[in-house]
């Protein structure tokens, strides 16, 4: 149990689907991160929210759109994916953003895989 | 270009020996680093991590030393023990980055009984 819960763990959708990952951390933490890891290649930061506020979006292509309603709660909603899109979806939280010694807790990821 | 790298794939090791597993940068704005460690079907999970001001930081069976002049830094498992097998991130911050970890692509680390 790492504290951060993401729903599902795999999922499989069509070009033309519109899907939401959930994640939820039970940490007390206020700041909540997507993160993408590809076949091969190193985790890539996409997304950051900071006391529910994005502070953070690394120049991610707009069919990926994250929601923050609490500091507890985070989705990521997804629409016409494309198959370069399938990876390892990890949610992470940390108590305070921006503090390179806040480490993240990271849950246990989706794996999408888009058809 | 990688600005965190992690040239070995992966490493074995027999159980209750030293397992070394290195890490180079490039930037040498960073500040902070951290080592992560992941099983098949789990997250990440912090391990430890060193600030830039320090050279070594000690826990339990874990050491991880930072040469800033080489920007290389080593994670260090003595003595290792079938448990540690798993992937092993290597991670650099930059204060403020807010949460904008660099990874690099991971060693895993195998331990033979």
């Known amino acids: ?115 | 270009d990688q600005q965190v790298k992690q040239n070995s794939p992966s490493l074995s090791v027999q159980e209750g020996r030293i397992s070394i597993l290195n890490c180079d940068y490039t930037n040498s704005m960073f500040d902070y680093f951290l080592w992560y460690k992941k099983y098949p079907a789990e997250g990440p999970t912090f391990l430890i991590s060193i600030s830039s001001i320090k050279d070594k930081n000690e826990d339990g069976r874990f050491t991880v030393f930072l040469n800033k002049s080489a920007k290389h830094l080593s994670l260090h498992i003595v003595p290792s023990q079938p448990g540690d097998s798993a992937v092993y991130f290597c991670a650099a911050a930059l204060e403020g980055s807010q949460g904008n970890l660099i990874f690099g692509k991971g060693t895993k680390l195998s331990v033979k009984p």
């Open chain 1, 1 to 115: 149990e790492t504290g951060v819960t993401q729903t599902p763990r795999h999922l499989v959708m069509g070009m033309t689907n519109k899907k939401s990952l959930k994640c939820e951390q039970h940490l007390g933490h206020n700041a909540m991160y997507w993160y993408k890891q590809s076949a091969k290649k190193p985790l890539e930061l996409m997304f950051v929210y900071n006391f529910k506020e994005q502070t953070e979006n690394n120049s991610v292509p707009s069919r990926f759109s994250p929601e923050c309603p609490n500091s507890s709660h985070l989705f990521l909603h997804l629409h016409t994916l494309q198959p370069e899109d399938s990876a390892l979806y990890l949610c992470a939280s940390s108590l305070i953003g921006g503090l390179s010694n806040s480490p993240l807790h990271f849950g246990n990821g989706t794996r999408l895989t888009v058809t």
